[in-house]
């Protein structure tokens, strides 16, 4: 796989395969499909790529692995910390994949102190007034 840019025609594009373009779909105004005699998809062009994509001239690449989708799992099963190696593991995915999994987690945190508020309400005697 590859990814051009080009910053003069605006036009960001990605490479599937090196094949002949057959036939080409135009998805949205700014999006082109091509495709090779087979069916496969060769290429997508994103055209005014300034306003399709944040930053046309950054891209971040990650090849997600079952072992590694396990790692980074937002909520662990076992209560042992995490090992120096698997924090650096965190550490090198991309900026936006770790934003996601702490977003998770947070989530996660929030559910678990948050359950049953109005049993803890009422034992704590918050709900009666006597």
């Known amino acids: 796989m590859k990814i051009s840019y080009n910053p003069e025609a605006d036009v960001l594009k990605v490479f599937f395969q090196d094949s002949a373009v057959e036939k080409s779909d135009?998805?949205?105004?700014?999006?082109?499909?091509?495709?090779?005699?087979?069916?496969?998809?060769?290429?997508?062009e994103i055209l005014n790529a300034r306003e399709q994509v944040e930053n046309p001239q950054i891209v971040e690449y990650s090849v997600i692995s079952p072992q590694s989708e396990a790692r980074k799992s937002p909520v662990r099963e076992e209560a042992e910390p995490l090992s120096l190696s698997d924090r650096r593991v965190f550490m090198q995915l991309p900026l936006a994949?770790?934003?996601r999994i702490v977003a998770k987690q947070a989530e996660a945190m929030v559910e678990h102190y948050?359950?049953?508020?109005?049993l803890r309400e009422f034992q704590g005697?918050?709900?009666?007034?006597?």
């Open 26 to 44: 135009r998805e949205q105004p700014d999006t082109i499909l091509n495709y090779d005699k087979h069916g496969n998809l060769v290429t997508i």
């Open 97 to 99: 994949e770790r934003r």
């Open 114 to 118: 948050e359950q049953e508020t109005e």
């Open 125 to 130: 005697g918050d709900i009666i007034n006597y």
